[in-house]
């Protein structure tokens, strides 16, 4: 089988079998098109390991972030593993393949008095009834509330809100469904906007869309609109360019500071591993030690 078949192959595998969202099948098909790019459009059986030590390391070359180096790995391991498996391949080459680390960084995160500061402004230009401003509130609050990703706040429809118990049910990473609590300023935001803003949007669109937030046209809108409006509100607070991610950090942070179980902040953000949420014990820690180093007389 050549290559370009297994890649198309493996693709499907993905998307039909393992459920991934559509978004990751076409991370790890760029990332095999790079390898075969690199090497050819060559039988799968004649890909070896040192072919694919040859292609990281153009990579790494050219300037690719070790994270994009580790991402390149584990894709073509995913998919030797899948190849060996339906014996298309009598070895996989890809077995003695070193995934680069990953720099350890920690993830930027506002101050919640920074984070009242940019809600009550919000909260301020929606007051005045304009559609737009009424959703712009309602979405920051909703994010920073509940710490969901931007696509599933996109994705949540009218029927996935109970207004009465302040849920929502999110559909995550590998279309897995969690219901999500919010709390009382969320729920007001997003009421208001429910009655003040949503329909003036609705107006504007030629097809009704059962989703929660609009956009300008009357759609649902979309997760590079709501990154814009994050990372417009929210850089000013951190001190440098950042985007939606900064506010799911923040609510996490801000949950554990709080006294919250790491357990239940993995639950609330969808994380498969716990491994993924403790980075945020790392950021309250580190807090924690600054606020020592400042305050403590022999610190």
Same mark, same amino acid.
């Given at each position: 089988?050549?290559? $370009?078949?297994?890649?198309?192959?493996?693709?499907?595998?993905?998307?039909?079998?393992?459920?991934?969202?559509?978004? *990751?099948? %076409?991370?790890?098909?760029?990332?095999?098109?790079?390898?075969?790019?690199?090497?050819?459009?060559?039988?799968?059986?004649?890909?070896?390991?040192?072919?694919?030590?040859?292609?990281?390391?153009?990579?790494?070359?050219?300037?690719?972030?070790?994270?994009?180096?580790?991402?390149?790995?584990?894709?073509?391991?995913?998919?030797?593993?899948? /190849?060996?498996?339906?014996?298309?391949?009598?070895?996989?080459? =890809?077995?003695?393949?070193?995934? @680069?680390?990953?720099?350890?960084?920690?993830?930027?995160?506002?101050? #919640? &008095?920074?984070?009242?500061?940019?809600? +009550?402004?919000?909260?301020? #230009?929606?007051? &005045?009834?304009?559609?737009?401003?009424?959703?712009?509130?309602?979405?920051?609050?909703?994010?920073?509330?509940?710490?969901?990703?931007?696509?599933?706040?996109?994705?949540?429809?009218?029927?996935?809100?109970?207004?009465? =118990?302040? *849920?929502?049910?999110?559909?995550?990473?590998?279309?897995? !469904?969690?219901?999500?609590?919010?709390?009382? @300023?969320?729920?007001? /935001?997003?009421?208001?906007?429910?009655?003040?803003?949503? +329909?003036?949007?609705?107006?504007?669109? &030629? *097809? @009704? *869309?059962?989703?929660?937030f609009l956009g300008v046209r009357g759609g649902r809108v979309g997760p590079r609109?709501?990154?814009?409006?994050?990372?417009?509100?929210?850089? @000013?607070?951190?001190?440098?360019?950042?985007?939606?991610?900064?506010?799911?950090? $923040?609510?996490?942070?801000?949950?554990?500071?709080?006294?919250?179980?790491?357990?239940?902040? !993995?639950?609330?953000?969808?994380?498969?591993?716990?491994?993924?949420? !403790?980075?945020?014990?790392?950021?309250?820690?580190?807090?924690? %030690?600054?606020a020592y180093r400042l305050a403590h007389p022999r610190a």
């Amino acid at each position: 089988m050549r290559l $370009s078949q297994a890649i198309d192959a493996y693709a499907a595998h993905l998307g039909d079998v393992r459920r991934l969202s559509p978004a *990751t099948v %076409r991370a790890y098909r760029a990332d095999l098109v790079d390898l075969m790019s690199a090497s050819g459009d060559i039988d799968i059986r004649a890909v070896d390991l040192g072919g694919l030590r040859d292609w990281l390391w153009r990579a790494s070359q050219r300037g690719d972030a070790r994270s994009t180096l580790a991402r390149r790995t584990s894709s073509a391991r995913g998919m030797f593993s899948w /190849a060996l498996d339906n014996e298309l391949i009598d070895v996989d080459p =890809s077995l003695r393949l070193v995934t @680069p680390k990953k720099p350890q960084t920690l993830p930027r995160v506002a101050s #919640a &008095e920074g984070l009242d500061e940019l809600l +009550g402004r919000a909260q301020a #230009a929606a007051s &005045e009834g304009d559609p737009v401003a009424l959703r712009d509130h309602a979405i920051l609050e909703a994010l920073y509330a509940t710490g969901i990703r931007v696509s599933e706040l996109c994705g949540i429809d009218l029927d996935d809100l109970d207004l009465s =118990s302040a *849920t929502a049910v999110v559909m995550g990473k590998g279309s897995k !469904q969690r219901v999500v609590p919010f709390g009382a @300023p969320a729920r007001r /935001a997003i009421e208001a906007y429910l009655a003040r803003g949503r +329909g003036a949007l609705a107006a504007r669109a &030629e *097809t @009704p *869309t059962p989703a929660v937030f609009l956009g300008v046209r009357g759609g649902r809108v979309g997760p590079r609109t709501v990154y814009d409006l994050v990372a417009r509100s929210i850089s @000013p607070i951190v001190g440098q360019s950042a985007g939606p991610h900064a506010l799911r950090h $923040s609510a996490a942070t801000h949950l554990l500071d709080g006294g919250a179980d790491l357990r239940a902040v !993995q639950e609330l953000l969808g994380h498969a591993s716990l491994g993924t949420t !403790q980075v945020y014990t790392h950021v309250s820690s580190e807090r924690l %030690r600054a606020a020592y180093r400042l305050a403590h007389p022999r610190a």
